[in-house]
């Protein structure tokens, strides 16, 4: 991966760094991974659990049982 970092005195005291598209929707990506799995962790630590199922069709039926109305 080819980086170019931008001298501070250039950009008035901020040190920038440019990154291909490609690399910067990788790094968009796995920061939305880490948000939603901080999310799913923390509903586990509060009990929103449902299963586990013998089956498909039993969860399919839990979940509609579970859905908002």
């Given amino acids: 991966m080819t980086t170019l970092t931008i ?7 901020e040190e ?6 490609k690399e910067y929707e990788k790094l ?3 920061k939305e991974l880490d ?7 923390e509903e ?3 009990g929103k659990l ?3 199922f013998r089956s498909a069709k039993e969860a399919l039926v839990s ?3 579970s ?3």
């Fill in 7 to 13: 001298p501070k005195k250039i950009t008035r005291g």
């Fill in 16 to 21: 920038l760094v440019v990154i291909s598209r």
């Fill in 28 to 30: 968009l990506f796995k």
């Fill in 35 to 41: 948000r939603d799995l901080e999310k799913a962790l």
């Fill in 44 to 46: 586990v630590k509060q």
């Fill in 50 to 52: 449902i299963g586990p």
């Fill in 63 to 65: 979940l509609k049982r």
């Fill in 67 to 69: 859905r908002p109305k």
